[in-house]
């Protein structure tokens, strides 16, 4: 029997041209008016929509609705006004002071039209349909998304970019393909099994190599054993879990992502999984493989802390034996 378990810069061209009349009517250049001088040091970038947004200078009342966008800002040397409504501990210290104004999944307007920000860091395509209330309050919006490492470090470009902090920004790049590289020579030739659930008790999904913790997964040197499940229509970086199939592929180790308690998170699925027999032969739950991974890490868009996500998968993975 099959049991599914179910939840529901680049830089942009700019042109500013200026001309005159002499005196005796012809056709002359004329210098160029302080404004247009302005102008054409405006800073200019594209979100991971094709949305081009300019800005006169470095915008500094920045409104980031994840954590992810709130690492990379403060990991170049900004700060932000506005940052994304919590209970849990702010994972940047310098910004608990911020306002808390929603989510990607709400937006508080009425908190954006006090702080009236320069732009307002969202994601894509989730805030989409928010782009014209936000603009309507005099703010931009940049939409960008991570379900890759190679989307961490777009987003690293471009917030470098509409900061003009391009080197700080290179430097924060080179650091993961560092990573990346140092990671890469060491991989073992047989990669172990691995099978990456993300949800809470009740409601699982398989993460599949579009999604951001596939992409960690996989940079780690783990085969992911559901790379090949039909992804779902509504979040298509994850597919159904099926328990036979997982079954059949036997993984070596399984790794639990959420945002809730890590301890009742594992004892759901197990209790879950254990409703069929043949769980308890697993390879990764006969030798104790089951693991809950840190929710600012896995499950969510850690920013510059990649680095440390791929730390942590390379150590599970070399400890599969």
Not at 56 to 62: D, G, H, N, R, V
Not at 78 to 89: A, D, F, I, L, Q
Not at 198 to 204: L, V
Request: hydrophobic letters at 40%; charged letters at 20%; glycine letters at 6%.
């Amino acid at each position: 029997m099959v049991k599914y378990l179910h939840i529901g810069v680049a830089l942009a061209f700019l042109t500013v041209t200026g001309c005159g009349q002499t005196s005796t009517g012809k056709q002359a250049e004329a210098p160029v008016p302080a404004v247009s001088a302005a102008l054409s040091t405006a800073i200019s970038v594209k979100d991971f929509a094709n949305r081009q947004a300019s800005f006169k200078e470095a915008p500094t009342k920045i409104v980031v609705l994840s954590n992810g966008e709130l690492d990379i800002i403060y990991a170049l040397g900004s700060k932000v006004v506005g940052r994304p409504t919590t209970t849990e501990p702010v994972p940047i210290k310098e910004a608990a002071a911020a306002q808390q104004v929603g989510s990607t999944h709400g937006i508080d307007l009425e908190k954006l039209a006090f702080l009236q920000p320069d732009v307002v860091l969202g994601n894509h395509p989730s805030n989409m349909k928010d782009i014209p209330s936000v603009e309507g309050i005099g703010s931009k919006m940049l939409l960008t998304s991570a379900n890759s490492i190679a989307d961490i470090k777009k987003q690293i470009e471009l917030f470098g970019t509409m900061l003009q902090k391009n080197e700080k920004s290179k430097e924060l790049i080179q650091a993961i393909d560092d990573k990346l590289k140092q990671i890469n020579s060491q991989q073992p030739s047989k990669k172990p099994r691995v099978l990456m659930v993300y949800g809470a008790p009740g409601t699982y999904l398989v993460a599949l190599n579009n999604s951001l913790s596939g992409d960690i997964l996989v940079n780690a040197g783990g085969e992911n054993i559901a790379a090949d499940y039909p992804k779902l229509d509504n979040y298509p970086q994850y597919a159904q879990l099926n328990t036979e199939k997982i079954i059949q592929s036997d993984p070596q180790l399984v790794l639990l992502m959420s945002h809730g308690n890590p301890d009742k998170v594992k004892e759901g699925f197990l209790k879950d999984m254990q409703q069929n027999a043949a769980w308890n032969s697993l390879d990764a739950v006969k030798n104790n493989r089951v693991v809950v991974l840190p929710a600012d890490l896995f499950g969510t868009n850690p920013g510059t802390h990649v680095i440390a996500a791929l730390d942590l998968l390379t150590k599970l993975l070399q400890d599969v034996k």
